[in-house]
């Protein structure tokens, strides 16, 4: 993007033809003379080259961000084919997808997520389910999902079987939330299991806007990651990475069955845990929590114990969460269908099926 003290790009009097060609090229002529003038006539096609190359290079660096691509369509299904597949376990993987090109964005906002559809072996109709990719927009010509395959997991048990060069239908972008830097100071997550999708794809949008990387994002991220076994915990790496290299985001690891020498939580994630590693309730935090329905359930009860109240939907956010729960076959317990209270910390929960995750309440 061309900044406010440059010329119109190609200009012969903008600045970087005085650093990159006029001056350079100056010095080389005057040393040409001063020893050797038959050189002269070779010396005079260095600014020629010069030149080209700065409205070449400035030219490419000012494309408008108009022109990019973007592979998602939210009124129908495309079908992308699976390029690479990285085992992590015997039932986890991520699978990357090639987009229409290699310079095409998948198109997906930070907070939303996508629907997947296929007809299962076995199943007489397609089958429809969220997903949030662990890739961004940040990834051109591609977009990867973590996906851990469960016996009863129609979709993912579908795209565990996918060979290379094979398809897979997606739409979107979907959801009621979209981050963005400053949207609140501090967020508090709980995740569990494949619950960590959602909560990485924020994570990694606020520590790639930090100042220190051009960007103005200061929010702080505290993260609960609770799993049963330690191999359980996916993408471990990524977050230790995330942790050393930026001091706004904290993770705290909670195991059901630790190994020894473990010096995370142990158990269930308990309201003594979430006191001590989350930020306390107040206005200017949220609370994100994605895992399995039986954690969910437990983590609300725990969460309000604590102060963090649920955010008193608008009559049109009342209305998508009724027909989102019937959709769900009642994954969402009746009070958070008929949600109610203060505006003081607002609980976020995004729904975790045998099939996949996704922000499924609104933000206020």
Not at 54 to 68: E, F, L, S, T, Y
Not at 115 to 142: C, H, L, M, Q
Not at 220 to 237: G, P, Q, R, S, T
Not at 249 to 255: E, G, I, K, Q
Request: aromatic share 8%; net charge positive; proline share 7%.
């Amino acid at each position: 993007m061309t900044s406010a003290h440059q010329v119109k790009p190609g200009s012969l009097l903008s600045p970087q033809f005085f650093t990159g060609v006029y001056i350079p090229s100056g010095l080389v002529l005057l040393a040409v003379v001063a020893v050797k003038v038959e050189w002269l006539p070779f010396a005079i096609l260095l600014p020629l080259v010069l030149g080209a190359w700065q409205i070449v290079d400035v030219n490419v660096a000012n494309i408008p961000n108009a022109v990019v691509k973007k592979a998602l369509d939210p009124e129908k299904f495309q079908e992308f084919a699976l390029r690479k597949k990285t085992v992590l376990s015997h039932n986890v993987a991520i699978y990357r997808f090639a987009l229409q090109s290699d310079s095409h964005i998948l198109g997906l906002p930070i907070g939303q997520h996508m629907s997947v559809a296929a007809t299962p072996e076995g199943v007489d109709k397609e089958v429809v389910r969220s997903y949030t990719p662990i890739s961004s927009d940040e990834n051109p010509g591609y977009f990867e999902l973590l996906i851990k395959s469960y016996p009863q997991g129609n979709i993912s048990k579908h795209i565990s079987t996918l060979k290379i060069g094979q398809t897979m239908k997606v739409k979107g972008p979907k959801g009621a939330m979209v981050y963005t830097p400053g949207l609140v100071k501090r967020f508090g997550m709980i995740a569990g299991g494949t619950g960590i999708t959602p909560m990485l794809q924020i994570i990694r949008a606020i520590v790639r806007g930090r100042p220190k990387n051009g960007g103005t994002d200061t929010t702080e991220v505290d993260l609960i990651f609770a799993n049963v076994n330690y191999e359980d915990i996916l993408l471990k790496d990524d977050l230790d990475s995330l942790a050393k290299e930026d001091s706004g985001f904290r993770v705290y690891y909670v195991l059901n069955n630790p190994p020894e020498q473990w010096d995370g939580g142990v158990g269930f994630c308990t309201p003594d845990m979430i006191k001590a590693k989350l930020p306390t309730a107040g206005p200017d935090m949220k609370l994100l929590l994605c895992g399995p329905p039986p954690m969910i359930s437990a983590m609300k009860k725990a969460t309000e114990s604590l102060g963090y109240e649920k955010p008193r939907p608008s009559s049109r956010l009342r209305i998508f969460l009724g027909a989102f729960a019937k959709l769900a076959g009642g994954l969402f317990p009746k009070a958070l269908r008929n949600a109610h209270g203060s505006d003081v910390s607002k609980i976020f929960v995004m729904s975790r099926t045998a099939d996949g995750c996704r922000l499924s309440e609104d933000q206020r």
